[in-house]
């Protein structure tokens, strides 16, 4: 305030719809363009998350999930056949770039004498491109996830691939609600998990063999390999995630 009334900053702020920083010198502490970009890096890396898991799912020999994929697109100059998940794949990357800036972001932190030029010209790329990264990064998601492709069948089939041994969890907990000792029900479960792998059999018949998990489930073996079991709270999940998104609407 060598040179102005601090009065000037406090109408000028106003006018900005701003606050005036508590501390400064020259040039305001760059802790807070760091906290921007390492805000949108953590954004970033949430996309990446989603699109990382995309990408599993659609490989081939999973086939769970596949991004839009419009007529006419190609998946491979050289392989007709493929559907890359490109949009996906494009998203992993730019996470990287996010994640880089937000580095930037925290070196310009330290300034000589509380004020050298040298976060000047870093800025001058990271914060635009940043933003405009990010941007781009939510309208791809939202496009990769409105019209993102579910394969039920397919997950269905992959769950039942191992015989049912996914189950094992349950039937483990179930054995000992019923009385058994848990390192006896850990290791009649995990054998007949072990044989199912190995191809000596389903698992649920495997269970079925055994006495004493006859005398302790009986029928109820049929409730312990049902799916919708894992399902029957998401609605619950979906609630809290409705109720999050009319509040940020809101505001």
Known sequence: YANIDPKVEVITCQELGLSSSPASTQVVQRDRHA?????????????????LEIRG???TEVRELAEPFGRGQKGSSAMPHKRNPILAERLCGMARLLRGNAAVGLENNALWQERDISHSSAERVVLPDSTIL??????TTSRILRG?????DRMLENLNSG?????????LLALVENGMAR???YRIVQDAAMRAWEGEGGFRELLEADDDVRERLGDGLDDLFDPAH?????????????????RLEDG
């Open 183 to 185: 390192d006896h029900a």
């Open 57 to 59: 799912a659609q490989r």
């Open 134 to 139: 990010a941007f781009y990064m939510l309208r």
């Open 148 to 152: 993102l492709q579910v394969y039920e």
């Open 35 to 51: 906290e921007v970009l390492s805000t949108l890096a953590t954004l970033g890396s949430t996309m990446e998350k989603i699109a």
């Open 230 to 246: 894992a399902l029957r709270n998401l609605g619950v999940v979906f609630g809290r995630v409705e109720e999050l998104k009319e």
């Open 163 to 171: 015989g049912g041994i996914v189950f094992s969890g349950r039937v």
